[in-house]
């Protein structure tokens, strides 16, 4: 989360915002107060309405710093995705994934998604993982990628690579 957030009762969770922006820290939500759901549901509610006003209608949903994939967050914001009918969620990183407790994590989530009625791309993965491999997938894949144009080349601005 970052810049400055649209609705008032957000601004008033230490967890998210000090000095009227955003300041969370990513996977610090394991539980939420019933005050910072209803603060979350109408952040997110404000920003989709503002796209609307704006003329664009939403019909994936993502957040910075890929705070939507944390459950508690996920969970909170459900009833917005669906009052809008935002169905298409991004999926957290899951190729080239340790089998760890992340993976674990990843997979419930997926699997939550999935239970509520949401849709997601298979494989959701950098533009710099191994592509031939992936490119060799029958399912559906997105790549992450932060572009920027540098000394006449296109880089990816978080990684600092050259983009070919």
């Known amino acids: 989360m970052e810049g400055t957030p649209l609705s008032k009762s957000i601004l008033r969770c230490e967890r ?45 949903f993502d957040s910075h710093t890929h705070s939507h994939t944390e459950i508690p967050i996920f969970l909170a914001i459900i009833p917005i995705l669906k009052k809008y009918n935002i169905r298409n969620i991004r999926r957290p990183l899951n190729y080239n994934v340790k089998h760890d407790y992340k993976w674990l994590y990843k997979l419930i989530y997926a699997s939550i998604l999935k239970l509520c009625g949401f849709r997601s791309t298979d494989y959701f993965c950098s533009f710099f993982d191994n592509r031939d491999v992936i490119l060799g997938f029958n399912q559906s894949i997105e790549f992450m990628l932060h572009p920027l144009m540098r000394k006449g080349f296109i880089v990816d601005s978080v990684l600092n690579k050259e983009i070919r």
């Open 16 to 60: 998210f915002c000090k000095n009227g922006k955003f300041s969370y820290k990513r996977n610090s939500a394991i539980f939420l107060s019933r005050r910072e759901v209803f603060a979350i549901r109408q952040e997110c509610e404000s920003q989709i309405i503002r796209l609307l006003e704006s003329g664009i209608t939403p019909t994936h």
